[in-house]
């Protein structure tokens, strides 16, 4: 019975997830500016270059676009000689409360936006409970925000925002703690915000295998993030200038800096959301996808800027195809429901293909118990989609859909 209650709350809670850190920010930060506001330096959206602040211009308070800092205005430590990158040294949380951890480079529960973190599922058996969350590493905490965002249902607790640094240009961060411990209590902000960007604290260290937090997995919340920073490497993507204000520029597997027994212990857990481990999943890239194919992502215009996100009707501004370590084919940024969620196709479904199977020249209709989306790859740079209710034999022409470009 818990069980079967904790798969209808994975399905239930994804649109959260998604909620947090996938589409809604944006589209109501985009919206918002010009208009006036109340609070001064109060923060939405998905962190600087694609949040709002307010700020006073003029006689009057109004939302304007958070520009990305420079390397100079970061709240950090300071530097120090690099001569060997951080070693992971203690599990940021019990193994053994874990089911699942998901690759980097997947989707957000949304649809449509690269995962740049991994998604940390805890056991059905620990609903409810306060499961630790400890420093992988001697680290210092130099931002940090207190959050629920707009949209977010009314039995959604705020939640904390952890942003650390490592040295040597990696950061870690942590979405989704629902409860801090220790120093890191003293220093983070008090009063709920309406974004998970990071507010400057008191630098404040920790060292590795020092408690930091707490999870605990209920009925709007089913995994937490743990996400890390190389600034030294930057991602590939076909199109870069797609990606010019991106979070996912140098995003890289949290594990690969584990010790290798750890790393080991961990990567053996890597699966698809909410599932079991996977056997011979990859901790994943974060990439636009493979050239010459559907999969990945593909932009409304040649000029958009990645999670920059509008809406037109069904059709949103990115839209992301792909294969998830168990063979599900997730399809993000088209519905026809009006919600932000993935389109989900299982491999007994009948219209089942991996998106990177559909290449330039061919086509291809998916379908589910509710909508069915149809692709024809133009070229590697265009892409014609159509989405609508119903079979994929109810779909409108394509000349009533939208080309999409790399």
Not at 123 to 133: A, D, M, Q, R, V
Not at 293 to 303: C, L, N, R
Request: proline content about 7%.
């Amino acid at each position: 019975m818990l069980a079967k209650r904790f798969t209808s709350i994975l399905v239930t809670a994804a649109a959260t997830i998604g909620l947090i850190f996938g589409a809604i920010p944006s589209v109501q930060a985009k919206s918002l500016v010009g208009t006036t506001c109340t609070k001064l330096g109060a923060i939405i959206g998905n962190g600087p270059g694609a949040s709002v602040v307010c700020k006073k211009k003029g006689t009057r308070n109004i939302w304007q676009v958070l520009p990305p800092k420079s390397s100079s205005q970061q709240n950090s430590p300071k530097a120090t000689p690099c001569t060997k990158l951080p070693e992971f040294t203690a599990d940021f949380i019990d193994p053994r409360y874990v089911r699942d951890v998901t690759p980097i480079g997947e989707q957000t529960g949304s649809g449509g936006v690269i995962a740049v973190r991994s998604y940390i599922h805890p056991k059905s058996e620990f609903l409810g409970k306060e499961l630790p969350i400890y420093a992988p590493v001697d680290m210092t905490l130099n931002s940090a925000n207190y959050y629920k965002v707009p949209g977010a249902s009314a039995s959604y607790q705020p939640e904390y925002s952890l942003y650390f640094d490592a040295g040597c240009g990696i950061s870690v961060k942590f979405f989704h703690i629902k409860g801090v411990v220790g120093k890191i209590a003293n220093v983070v902000p008090k009063e709920p915000m309406a974004s998970s960007a990071g507010q400057p604290v008191t630098l404040t260290p920790v060292k590795a295998g020092e408690q930091i937090g707490w999870y605990k997995l209920g009925e709007n919340s089913v995994a937490f993030d743990f996400w890390v920073d190389n600034e030294a490497q930057t991602n590939d993507f076909i199109v870069p200038s797609h990606f010019a204000t991106s979070n996912a520029l140098h995003s890289v597997c949290p594990y690969d800096f584990y010790t290798p027994a750890k790393k080991a212990e961990w990567l053996a857990r890597l699966g698809a959301p909410g599932s079991d481990p996977v056997p011979g999943t990859s901790c994943g890239v974060v990439t636009e996808g493979l050239s010459g194919t559907a999969d990945g992502m593909w932009f409304i215009s040649p000029d958009t800027q990645t999670d920059h996100l509008t809406l037109d009707g069904f059709y949103q501004s990115q839209i992301m195809l792909s294969t998830d370590p168990s063979g599900i084919v997730r399809i993000g940024g088209l519905n026809t429901s009006g919600s932000l969620s993935q389109m989900m196709v299982s491999q007994q479904a009948a219209t089942w293909a991996k998106p990177s199977d559909v290449i330039v020249g061919s086509s291809h209709c998916w379908s589910n118990d509710t909508q069915s989306v149809a692709v024809t790859v133009l070229s590697k740079t265009t892409m014609s989609v159509v989405v609508g209710a119903g079979s994929c034999s109810a779909l409108p022409s394509s000349s009533n859909g939208k080309t999409y470009y790399r």
